[in-house]
């Protein structure tokens, strides 16, 4: 390349530059075009540290206020997004102090009712872009439900050292002047964080061949009330937890008369399910049309965690997140139900 040409690389970075410069003055319309730019990757970040969707989206919000009330404190440079996660971290974890959740260090589930999935489409929208090379993926492993229970038992500062540091891989320097630590009390954190971590969480499930055929043979199972194909597809240690309602089924003989129960004279109606992702898990929203009624309505969102060739755990959310997920309150049979 010829001495004094200049790179498209160079007049997006100048053309960034400018911008933030423009936003940090106080200009809401370049301070807009920033925060779009990373509004989905912070409210994932939110959502890790809280485990809640709804919780996240007003955390962002809090985030965004700060932000724009503190605009001219940014000193300057490229790292824009690097001082929103900062803004974001720190008003999470304010958020998180304010409502004292605590999880028993035995707990499950059932002692998580904040507990929430959070949608794969919505996930896929934090995938790196071509102007967004720093963007992190959404790795399974940092996002499925297994993970979000267990750093809810670290201690809010804790889990977000750990999040900084093991999901964003930012350096411990930089993770300890975000927290207002030393990099020697940032480190002991992790260290602290990680050790609770392998001591709480089950191992990542591996991916299975099997998902999409378990999940297309639970929904046909139950659409067909047929309680013994949809027992068939659990395993013995399967658990079911219904956040936020704190119930506990653990293992086959706590689930097999819940389910018999379910689809036999216990039944209350019809059901239609929708093949969904959350989490990076495969998961299925049900419609319920209650005896005597004319519309199958919103009723619950199970996430399936699978190994194997069975189902291991099912955690059955309410209705409240189904237009998160592009879904109807009230299912027409005009709709298409592929998904």
Not at 63 to 79: C, I, Q, S, Y
Not at 199 to 208: F, G, I, K, V
Request: aromatic fraction near 8%; proline fraction near 6%.
């Amino acid at each position: 390349m010829r001495a004094g040409a200049v790179t498209a690389a160079t007049v997006e970075r100048v053309s960034d530059l400018a911008l933030i410069a423009a936003a940090t003055a106080g200009d809401e319309e370049a301070f807009g075009r920033l925060v779009a730019r990373h509004r989905r990757e912070l409210h994932i970040h939110c959502y890790r540290l809280l485990g809640s969707f709804e919780d996240a989206e007003d955390a962002l919000q809090d985030t965004l206020v700060r932000a724009w009330r503190h605009r001219a404190g940014f000193d300057g440079g490229p790292n824009y997004r690097a001082w929103l996660y900062k803004i974001a971290t720190n008003t999470t974890l304010d958020l998180i102090r304010a409502r004292k959740r605590r999880v028993p260090a035995a707990g499950s589930y059932a002692d998580i009712p904040w507990l929430q999935p959070y949608p794969d489409r919505l996930l896929d929208e934090a995938a790196p872009a071509e102007d967004q090379p720093d963007a992190v993926v959404v790795a399974k492993e940092t996002i499925e439900l297994a993970y979000l229970a267990t750093i809810q038992l670290l201690p809010p500062r804790q889990r977000a050292v750990l999040i900084l540091r093991d999901v964003l891989a930012w350096p411990a320097r930089e993770t300890a002047a975000a927290l207002d630590l030393t990099e020697a009390a940032a480190n002991s954190a992790l260290q602290r964080a990680r050790a609770t971590l392998a001591r709480h969480r089950p191992a990542p499930a591996a991916p299975s061949a099997y998902e999409r055929d378990l999940l297309r043979r639970m929904i046909d199972a139950h659409e067909r009330a047929d309680a013994e194909a949809a027992l068939a597809l659990l395993r013995e240690d399967i658990r079911v937890t219904m956040p936020p309602l704190p119930m506990l089924f653990d293992g086959y003989a706590t689930v097999e008369p819940l389910l018999r129960n379910a689809f036999g004279d216990g039944s209350i109606g019809d059901w239609k399910l929708v093949p969904v992702r959350a989490n990076r898990m495969p998961a299925a929203a049900s419609y319920l049309r209650k005896w005597g009624d004319s519309a199958y309505r919103a009723f619950k969102i199970d996430v399936l965690r699978v190994e194997g060739d069975k189902v291991v755990e099912m955690t059955t959310f309410d209705e409240r997140l189904f237009p998160a997920f592009d879904l109807p309150l009230i299912w027409t049979p005009a709709r298409d139900s592929s998904g």
